[in-house]
Protein backbone atom coordinates (compact mmCIF):
# COMPACT_ATOMS: atom_id res chain seq x y z
CA UNK A 1 0.00 0.00 0.00
CA UNK A 2 2.76 2.64 1.20
CA UNK A 3 4.40 1.88 -2.32
CA UNK A 4 1.61 2.40 -4.35
CA UNK A 5 0.97 5.57 -2.53
CA UNK A 6 4.42 6.74 -3.16
CA UNK A 7 4.29 5.77 -6.69
CA UNK A 8 0.99 8.11 -7.01
CA UNK A 9 2.84 10.73 -5.22
CA UNK A 10 6.22 10.59 -7.98
CA UNK A 11 3.38 10.30 -10.77
CA UNK A 12 1.88 13.33 -9.37
CA UNK A 13 4.77 15.30 -8.75
CA UNK A 14 6.21 14.28 -12.64
CA UNK A 15 2.99 16.18 -14.02
CA UNK A 16 3.98 19.34 -12.69
CA UNK A 17 7.21 19.45 -14.44
CA UNK A 18 7.49 22.62 -16.52
CA UNK A 19 8.88 20.89 -20.40
CA UNK A 20 10.67 23.99 -21.68
CA UNK A 21 9.42 24.97 -25.12
CA UNK A 22 11.70 23.44 -28.00
CA UNK A 23 13.14 26.85 -29.12
CA UNK A 24 14.56 27.02 -25.68
CA UNK A 25 16.04 23.70 -25.38
CA UNK A 26 17.85 24.52 -28.72
CA UNK A 27 20.39 27.52 -30.34
CA UNK A 28 18.66 29.99 -32.73
CA UNK A 29 21.43 28.76 -35.39
CA UNK A 30 19.92 25.08 -34.73
CA UNK A 31 16.96 25.76 -35.21
CA UNK A 32 17.40 27.07 -39.20
CA UNK A 33 19.83 24.04 -39.91
CA UNK A 34 17.95 21.46 -42.23
CA UNK A 35 17.02 17.66 -41.00
CA UNK A 36 20.06 15.03 -41.02
CA UNK A 37 19.99 12.63 -43.13
CA UNK A 38 18.81 9.23 -41.90
CA UNK A 39 20.62 6.11 -42.90
CA UNK A 40 18.91 2.31 -42.22
CA UNK A 41 19.97 0.65 -39.95
CA UNK A 42 21.89 -2.16 -42.36
CA UNK A 43 23.42 0.98 -43.88
CA UNK A 44 25.33 1.55 -40.12
CA UNK A 45 25.98 -1.78 -39.86
CA UNK A 46 27.81 -2.43 -43.05
CA UNK A 47 29.85 1.02 -41.56
CA UNK A 48 30.83 -0.60 -38.37
CA UNK A 49 31.79 -3.97 -39.97
CA UNK A 50 35.03 -3.22 -41.17
CA UNK A 51 35.82 -1.31 -37.94
CA UNK A 52 38.20 1.29 -37.99
CA UNK A 53 41.28 -0.34 -35.21
CA UNK A 54 44.05 -2.14 -36.87
CA UNK A 55 47.01 -4.30 -35.20
CA UNK A 56 48.83 -1.07 -35.77
CA UNK A 57 46.45 1.50 -33.93
CA UNK A 58 45.97 -1.21 -31.21
CA UNK A 59 49.82 -1.38 -30.60
CA UNK A 60 49.96 2.35 -30.63
CA UNK A 61 47.50 2.78 -28.25
CA UNK A 62 49.02 0.46 -26.07
CA UNK A 63 52.36 1.94 -26.43
CA UNK A 64 50.59 5.53 -25.08
CA UNK A 65 49.00 3.44 -22.20
CA UNK A 66 52.04 2.72 -20.88
CA UNK A 67 53.82 6.02 -21.65
CA UNK A 68 51.01 7.67 -19.62
CA UNK A 69 51.12 4.95 -16.58
CA UNK A 70 54.81 5.76 -16.41
CA UNK A 71 54.56 9.58 -16.41
CA UNK A 72 51.30 8.69 -13.52
CA UNK A 73 53.92 7.11 -11.60
CA UNK A 74 56.77 9.57 -12.12
CA UNK A 75 54.34 12.45 -11.09
CA UNK A 76 53.06 10.07 -7.64
CA UNK A 77 56.82 10.15 -6.89
CA UNK A 78 57.27 13.85 -7.12
CA UNK A 79 58.01 15.11 -3.50
CA UNK A 80 55.60 18.19 -3.38
CA UNK A 81 56.95 21.22 -1.37
Do not use: H
Not at 35 to 61: C, T
Amino acid sequence: MTRALLAVALLCAAGCTQIPEVEQAVGAGAIDQPYPKLAPQSEINAALAGGRLNEQSVESFEAEVEALKRRGQWLRNQEIQ
